[in-house]
């Protein structure tokens, strides 16, 4: 089987949990993430059953607790579990049962239920997983009160600790249908890139221990060399005549002890070449669910990508449609039953109101197009259409001066140009003229 860490965590800003509450709590169907099938997004689920989505969950905690007002502070953590290859093919009842048991782990290990803002688990991408969010709270024993600190709640030894000790509360809790694991004694723990570089300087360095060891052979050729010249050959036997060989008692011993010593040198190879070779393993399965979590990410970045971009303009939507019916609301007998003309009207004299003036002429044409057609329809109070209107065209006889200035200016830049370019053109026939007459 092939051994895997099952989570990874991260951690967020608030500015961060706007746009991942949107992914977190599916609330558009426009995504950019391809591994999402929304056919099957109805087979999502929140292990977390408080009112409100992630966002307000997280606002709601965030006002009991003291939390530094600094954009960078980290206020939220996530971790993301996903569900073991060995329960892939079982039932929905037993994969809920593992979500549920990690939930329960995760609620305990963080504080409670208080901290929690959400478990979803999404069952619409490749593989379920659960994205288990968290406000980090501790216990400031100098100002004696609760206060947000991710620093202090995912520490190095609590990253070092979590995939075992959630390793082994399943296999008590689930026995059942949670009994492989995916941890062994074999199994690397990586944190991140700095821990990929320290177990390959390890490896390197297991490797250079081994290329000392047989550089002991060496010496034991050098000694065996040595005995081949003192050996003594003798036949004995009368009838069973055999070759035998006479050595002295020093060098036997000597023998033996490079016997055993190859023996040993032999026992340390296999040993070191068995854990190099489990290693490097384990380290490609690594580097692998890595790769996999970085593309994960990026399809994540993607979607927050458009998902803010549909927010924006339907804020700036919003916002228009505030400025329109307060406009209407002021009036005598308002009437919110408009056109899309009268819409577009009162937006213009809004920004005209409030000397938001046209960026171009082509944008003050229109917008003087659409006040006129207003005008015409009789859709907006006469005198505030007719003082826009004065306005935008004043507007426009003051660009269109301008620009026949700048034209004027260009014209007579051309022809002096063109006077200057003459005069040089006279200077050097006037000069070549004077040269042929000197000589």
Known sequence: MEVYEMAHVQKFTKGNMQGLSIHL????????????????????????????????????????VYCMNRKDVKVCCE???????????????????????????????YGGQE???????????????????????????????????????????????FHTDLDRHLKERIPEIYQEGILNDKTIGIENIHSLKKYSAEIEQQKEEMANEFKSFKYPQKVLKSIERE?????????????????????????????????????????????????????????????????????????????ITLLQK???????????????????????????????????????????????KEEGENWLEILEENKEE????????????????LFLEKFIKRAKEADFSMDWLVEKNKELSQQRQQQKKTKSRSSGMEL
């Open 314 to 360: 339907e804020r700036d939507r919003q916002t228009e449609n505030a400025i329109v019916y307060k406009s209407i609301l002021e009036e005598k007998e308002p009437d919110l039953q408009i056109s899309t003309l009268e819409f577009q009207g009162r937006l213009v004299l809004h920004n005209l109101e409030n000397d938001r003036m046209p960026k171009n």
């Open 25 to 64: 709590d599916r609330k558009t169907e426009n995504h950019s993430n391809k591994n999402i099938d929304t056919e099957r997004t109805h087979l999502n689920y929140d292990l977390c059953e408080k009112d409100g989505d992630t966002l307000s969950r997280m606002d709601e905690r965030l006002s009991e």
């Open 378 to 393: 009789k859709t907006i109070p006469q005198n505030r259409l007719e003082k826009a209107i004065g306005k935008i065209k």
């Open 79 to 109: 971790w993301i579990v996903t569900l073991p290859e060995s329960l892939h093919n079982e039932s929905v009842e037993y994969q809920r049962k593992f979500f549920e048991e990690t939930y329960e782990f995760l609620t305990d290990r």
């Open 231 to 307: 050996v003594e050959k003798k036949t004995v036997g009368v009838f069973n005549k055999k070759e035998v060989v006479m050595l002295p008692a020093e060098r036997y011993e000597k023998m033996k002890e490079l016997s055993n010593s190859s023996i040993r040198i032999q026992q340390r190879f296999d040993k070191y070449k068995s854990k190099a070779v489990e290693e490097i393993k384990n380290l490609k399965v690594n580097v692998k669910n890595f790769e996999e979590d970085n593309e994960h990410l990026r399809y994540r970045n993607i979607d927050f990508g458009r998902e």
């Open 115 to 161: 901290n929690v803002v959400s478990a979803n688990v999404h069952n619409d991408e490749t593989t379920p997983h659960m994205h288990f969010d968290f406000v980090p709270v501790v216990w400031d024993e100098k100002k004696e009160r609760e206060k947000v600190s991710a620093k202090e709640v995912l520490t190095r030894s609590e990253l070092k600790s």
